[in-house]
């Protein structure tokens, strides 16, 4: 259905300044036929190749996909989702999104096929259960295919493990300040070595742990972690709640390298091979993209 509308052609590309050492890229996507602006935006991430898959709340195409250069490729998911919530790629292409109205998670094809649904339609689970979730969050794929979500925007208080076909593997955390403990644990990135970063959003941390749940580090000074993601040894955390602002840190001791401020309750981000930013904000209803200055 999307791939038959024709694409719109977008206004001529500016940038505008934004603190630190990006500058903003306006009017980066080229909206097929009957969109003329984002809807709140959730979830935004990369595959392999750069093309960029957008998670919005529009009623017809929640899903989009755009090349690298911004143009329309494709939409799915009409009539599939509740309340949209974080998008994530995995290491084949694959799209993960979370729906936290539903409690489910969904894995589809980069074509948009439905390969796995993990979570039962409308059911809430507590922290014990090994099949259903309340307020599920987001989600990461480690390289061997091993599913990490944080089950946290709600009443339940957890990272749960499954693996790559979907079987349950274990869960750990729970609510509390301590350690190891979450309240509201709102997102979730991996780095090259398997470490596992968890958005406490509640307890205003970003805590670090291996993939058995064993507690690593924690760092305190990113404001209200809505959003995490890794790159290579650097860590972005957007903060959609007080600063409203990116933050750009070390992975090795959490120190802040850059920070841009001015977003519009900012929940997502990714990066590109070639450094540029792209951050799902909600309010905003944005997909906005900074590029280095150079």
């Not at 935006?41 to 911004?70: E, K």
């Amino acid at each position: 259905m999307p791939a038959l509308f024709a694409l719109v052609t977008a206004a001529t590309v500016r940038a505008e300044t934004a603190a630190g050492n990006y500058q903003v890229v306006e009017n980066w996507a080229q909206f097929p036929a009957g969109v003329t602006a984002w809807s709140p935006a959730t979830g935004v991430d990369l595959d392999a190749q750069g093309n960029i898959y957008v998670f919005h709340r529009h009623p017809a195409m929640p899903i989009m996909a755009f090349d690298r250069n911004g143009k329309f490729l494709r939409a799915w998911g009409e009539g599939m989702f509740k309340t949209t919530h974080f998008l994530r790629t995995d290491p084949d292409g694959n799209v993960w999104v979370t729906d936290r109205g539903l409690h489910q998670v969904f894995k589809f094809s980069p074509a948009g096929k439905l390969l796995l649904t993990l979570g039962r339609k409308g059911v809430v689970g507590d922290n014990a259960s090994h099949d259903a979730f309340n307020g599920v969050a987001d989600l990461v794929i480690a390289k061997n295919g091993d599913i990490f979500i944080a089950d946290g925007e709600s009443t339940n208080t957890r990272v749960v493990k499954y693996s790559k076909d979907g079987k349950f593997v274990s869960w750990w955390g729970g609510l509390g300040k301590e350690p190891g403990k979450f309240d509201e644990p709102h997102s979730i990135a991996i780095d090259t070595e398997g470490r596992l970063y968890v958005g406490d959003r509640r307890n205003r941390r970003v805590q670090v742990f291996d993939q058995t749940g064993k507690f690593l580090q924690q760092w305190t000074h990113f404001g209200t972690p809505w959003g995490v993601f890794v790159k290579g040894d650097r860590l972005y955390v957007v903060d959609g709640t007080e600063a409203n602002c990116l933050y750009i840190a070390s992975t090795k001791d959490g120190r802040i390298l850059d920070k841009v401020e001015g977003l519009k309750n900012a929940t997502a981000v990714t990066v590109d091979a070639q450094g540029a930013i792209y951050i799902g904000e909600v309010n905003g209803a944005n997909v906005r993209k900074l590029v280095p200055r150079h």
